[in-house]
């Protein structure tokens, strides 16, 4: 791997998992040092966090981590619902019903009260992201669903876990999966829809918790 990709993939880790909090400077020489890579890889790091949007440069010597805010959240969702919902059509019609099949009853099996259980189901999710994109077979989709995606880890970490929100999402999870296996689009694209909805909220309702506490 290359010392910028090496550079990139460490501090997407940390933005996404919240070590490096928003507004948190990035300083080249000792970003560079940190990371144990010279300046030039890890300038190509940061363009690439720019270009993905997860770092702003203030001044021309001074990068930080960018905001997320409400705003923000909500044109994330309005373009993961435009792309996500077409993409449960697609994989409807061109997927092989037996992979959905098998990811629906995995999501039959979730437990999230087990040791690494909310690990795990964040892990199926990927699985059925993955499957999804296999189906439809459309780069340019893929590309700018992977954009989404690495926001949306960012903001999931940002938002308080429920319980009750998760067990929620496991079933809806679980109901898109089905209609791809029943090559049901329109029922993969609704159920798509509401468990986008769902999400949307709780992470704006934590948000907003959150914020209200001293």
Not at 33 to 59: F, I, K, N, Y
Not at 147 to 160: E, G, I, K, Q, S
Request: hydrophobic share 45%; glycine share 6%; net charge negative.
């Amino acid at each position: 791997m290359r010392a910028s990709d090496r550079a990139y993939a460490a501090l997407l880790d940390e933005i996404q998992s919240g070590a490096l909090v928003p507004g948190a400077v990035l300083a080249e020489t000792d970003q560079a040092a940190r990371l144990g890579v010279s300046r030039t890889p890890l300038r190509e790091a940061l363009q690439q966090l720019m270009l993905d949007g997860l770092v702003v440069q203030q001044s021309p010597r001074v990068t930080v981590v960018s905001a997320v805010d409400a705003a923000d959240i909500r044109s994330l969702f309005e373009t993961r619902r435009a792309l996500e919902e077409v993409a449960a059509r697609l994989a409807a019609q061109r997927g092989d019903p037996d992979v959905f099949a098998a990811l629906a009853a995995d999501f039959g099996g979730v437990d999230l009260a087990a040791r690494t259980g909310k690990d795990d189901y964040y892990a199926l999710i990927a699985r059925l992201d993955h499957a999804i994109d296999q189906a439809v077979a459309n780069d340019y989709m893929a590309a700018a669903l992977r954009t989404v995606r690495t926001h949306l880890v960012r903001v999931r970490r940002m938002a308080r876990d429920k319980p009750e929100r998760l067990e929620a999402s496991v079933g809806e999870h679980r109901l898109i999966a089905e209609a791809l296996a029943e090559c049901d689009g329109e029922l993969a694209a609704h159920a798509t829809h509401v468990h986008l909805r769902n999400a949307l909220t709780s992470i704006l309702e934590s948000l907003t918790d959150t914020e209200g506490q001293p």
